[in-house]
């Protein structure tokens, strides 16, 4: 292959402490054949990026790749590479010098700093490297869509700013989950998500909760544009309305809570209130919940946890972008796990096969 798109990232918990460096191989079409992650017992943020940057590397080589751009948010790395910083610290030397010896068998390279939101890929596969504790490696036919995978359609349901829905079509996008949102139902007309789904060419509908005499009406309308779109899962992404769901929709309504349930759940205990909650409590981790909806606050089976630390200076802010980080990694994870059937439920737990 010719032409090869790069994205790398790397990650330390402890910096330095349990880490992993990974990376995302795109072709001339955009289109993702390659993704891995090295993990390391313990290493600093800086040697996790540069054994991101290598692994691809090394990968790029052997594929006989002769022009490459590679794109990572290690402003340091990158400018190292450059040329414009040295690099003064003794553990990046070796590995500064098997990346430069890697480019010089590579005809033409391009290596550019883009913020982390432009890394979502990468960075999502560091953190999953480091729950799993293990390399991860992901070749185009294991990326592909599993013959016994079902492609689903997605009606979501959000009241703000929609990133949630933006992580779960990037995943689409990127052939990593064999689905669509197939209709958004937002509580507000002014979300910031209306427009964003409306921007990926999505139908959308507002069911507002104050314009129905009781919440059966609500619910009514809700089902009913469920029904007509032909749903095979309801994803909640950032939904702020409780509504009852119909007997149909058992066990295929799907909501994410920003800490691990059941600690932390129930009415009001949303948004900042988590992990305002969290950080009285003195928590040492948190992280996010999967669930299954049912009538009841945050008391549906439990599909997917996943944890991240809670620091000793963090605030509500510091606390949700990290959580967020997570929530990105659990919802797709669980979406997919619906999608290949392999979720069941015995005595309010689900069985993952």
Known sequence: MRNLTIYTDGGSRGNPGQAAGAFVILDENNKQIYAGAKFLTEATNNIAEYTGLVAALKKAVSLKAENIKIFSDSELMVKQLKGEYKVKNEGLRELFSDANELLEKIKNWKITHVRREKNEIADTLVNRCIDARRDIEQNAASSGSNKKTKHIKIGLLLSGGGR???????????????????????????????????????????????????????????????????????????????WNIPAEFENKVMNIHPALLPAFGGQGMWGHHVHEAVLKAGCKISGCTVHFCTNEYDKGPIIVQKTCPVLENDDPDTLAARVFQQECIAYPEAIKLFSQGKISIRDNKTIIK
């Open 164 to 242: 949630t829905m933006t992580n779960i079509l990037d995943q689409i996008k990127r052939n990593n989950l064999e689905a669509e949102i197939s209709v958004v139902i937002s509580s507000r007309s002014d979300a910031a998500g209306v427009d964003k789904a409306k921007a990926a060419g999505i139908p959308v509908e507002i069911i507002r909760k104050k314009d129905y005499p009781d919440i059966e009406g609500f619910s009514g309308q809700i089902k009913k544009i469920l029904v007509a779109a032909k749903v095979d899962l309801v994803v909640q992404a950032g939904w702020l309305c409780l």
